[in-house]
């Protein structure tokens, strides 16, 4: 015999296949509780209580119960009359909403946020450093380092005569003043470089938790930037391999298609080490079997999460080997 389920904001109800309610189990009149009950799967109580029925939760069911939910209510005493039941069935919709759009929102939506601002740092720290080499240049132009030491350097020694290389030089001379706001200035620098370095560890490890197998195949910066360019892990789980290898080559696809330029043959992919070890003439090829193999990297991480990194990996590694020859 079938049990016909249905569930409602109060309860659960089984109908045999006549319409004739078997059982009903009803939930908390917290609405909370009741969203709860609402979604999770069925309770024992009402499995041992259909004991040797087939149960079904069905469309069936729902429209069996749809035109007596009211009057079950106040009939099996869930509620006092109609005006207890609409103020229930309010704060339970509005419960149900507010656990929707919670659940609605991913990690990986964080994790993009994260990239951007990552990329908006890079770009505004590459403005700030030209800035402090050219300025600091016209005091001590002999002066050749890299843009970390130089940040380091005029924090901790200022004026040029305080470097430990420091011999003679041609520069301006500076006031005290102009020492001190230049010191400044390299110091908000030095600061934002390492907020990005941190910045850079956080992206990289989250990519690692939310996408292991895509993060086994290029570097976890690049697999973000990847999933930033696609906007979620559902939407990049979606596109096809052709289109994963071509992102971040979208004007030139553009300028392709009015025929005004040669078909791209990789987008931001070209920077994974992977297409890198290859001749150039067979660049497009490792791009292709990379993106075909990060398809289903993307996809397992998305829908599995099982761990197939190994094999993925392998099989990559036998492809891009059979170009190098």
């Known amino acids: 015999m079938k049990a016909l389920l249905a569930r409602c904001p109060f309860g659960i109800f089984a109908f045999d296949e006549d319409g004739k309610l078997l059982q009903n189990v009803l939930f908390s009149k917290d609405a909370e509780q009741a969203v709860m009950a609402f979604n999770s799967t069925l309770p024992k109580e009402l499995l041992g209580k259909l004991k040797g029925h087939e149960i079904e939760e069905s469309e069936e069911a729902q429209a069996m119960l749809r035109p007596q939910m009211r009057r079950l209510a106040v009939q099996l005493g869930f509620a006092r009359d109609d005006k207890e039941l609409n103020d229930f069935l309010s704060a339970f919709t509005r419960e149900l909403s507010r656990k929707k759009a919670k659940g609605a929102i991913s990690r990986d939506r964080l994790v993009v946020q994260a990239s951007n601002a990552l990329e908006d740092l890079g770009k505004t720290l590459n403005s700030l450093l030209m800035r402090i080499s050219e300025w600091y240049g016209l005091h001590y132009p002999e002066l050749k380092t890299t843009y970390d030491r130089l ?92 289109s994963i290898q071509l992102i971040g080559a979208e004007k030139a696809l553009f300028r392709h298609l009015k025929k005004q330029g040669k078909s791209p043959k990789y987008g931001i992919l070209y920077n994974s080490s992977w297409i890198q070890s290859v001749s150039d003439d067979n660049k497009g090829k490792a791009a292709r079997a990379l993106a075909a193999k990060l398809m289903m990297a993307v996809r397992i991480d998305f829908f599995s999460q099982r761990d197939e990194s190994a094999k993925l990996k392998a099989e990559l590694e036998k492809e891009i080997k059979e170009l190098k020859k």
């Not at 990519?207 to 976890?220: G, H, R, Y």
């Open 151 to 242: 940040l380091q350097g005029i924090v901790e020694y200022g004026k040029r005569e305080n470097w430990p290389e420091y011999v003679d030089s041609t520069g301006v001379e500076l006031s005290e003043k102009d020492e001190q706001v230049m010191r400044d200035f390299a110091y908000s620098a030095f600061k934002l470089s390492e907020a990005k370095k941190a910045l850079e560890h956080y992206v990289k490890d989250s990519m690692k938790e939310i996408a292991p197998n895509t993060c086994s195949l290029i570097d976890p910066l690049l697999a973000a930037k990847l999933l930033s360019s696609a906007g979620s892990m559902e939407k990049l789980s979606k596109l096809s391999a052709s």
